[in-house]
């Protein structure tokens, strides 16, 4: 993938970044999901963890490895996952179908715990959203695409004092990206404002 082109259009003549052109599993996730609003408690505790699990390896191994995420973590539900014992621990570090990471498994329990403590608080969703900035980037190729921004490093800090974990700046951005806060589709893509949160221009 070359970073400094802009879209490639597909065989459907539609225009969408290099990294979503050709595998079919991360094109229908870049044409149905990513950058689309995810406002529930549990849909932004799942995108959370799943990013986390990310740092370090490619997106679409976690894509495809996200059935058995699932499955695994009991639908990412936070009530379930903040009750996991060592014993928990141990079958998911058992379990052949997730990333195991040790350090990355006992982040989701203590995550999932810290999700259920902020609901008197308003909850997750609405404190990660209240990071929405006044503009979103308009990239046209994928170099103009910042890793983070204020607005992530904030809302980094104010995760990490709520006593959230592997959640650093880079890991908030695109979180932001995946579920709809910013916009970085890239200006020609056919998904550009689409997500309903941003304008197409």
């Not at 400094?4 to 970044?17: E, N, T, W």
């Not at 995420?69 to 009991?74: I, L, M, V, W």
């Not at 592997?166 to 970085?184: K, N, Q, R």
């Amino acid at each position: 993938m070359t970073s400094a082109i802009g879209v490639v259009i597909g065989d459907d003549g539609l225009a969408r970044p290099a990294w979503a052109a050709t595998d079919p599993l991360l094109r229908e996730y870049y044409d149905t999901e990513w950058g689309m609003p995810v406002r529930d408690e549990q849909g932004v505790f799942e995108r959370l963890s799943l990013e986390a699990f990310q740092s370090g390896l490619s997106w679409v191994t976690i894509l495809r490895k996200r059935p058995a995420f699932r499955a695994a973590f009991h639908g990412f539900d936070p009530e379930v996952v903040a009750q996991y014992t060592d014993a928990q621990v141990e079958r998911l570090m058992a379990d052949a179908g997730i990333v195991r990471n040790l350090r990355k498994i006992r982040a989701t329990i203590s995550n999932a715990a810290a999700t259920i403590r902020l609901r008197d608080e308003g909850g997750l969703a609405e404190l990660v959203w209240s990071f929405q900035p006044a503009v979103t980037p308009e990239p046209e190729v994928l170099t103009d695409i910042p890793t983070q921004s204020p607005e992530s490093v904030a809302l980094a800090k104010a995760l990490r004092a709520k006593g959230f974990v592997f959640v650093g700046p880079t890991t908030m951005f695109a979180l932001m990206e995946a579920i709809g806060i910013v916009d970085t589709h890239l200006v020609a893509s056919h998904r550009r404002g689409t997500s309903g949160v941003w304008p197409a221009e």
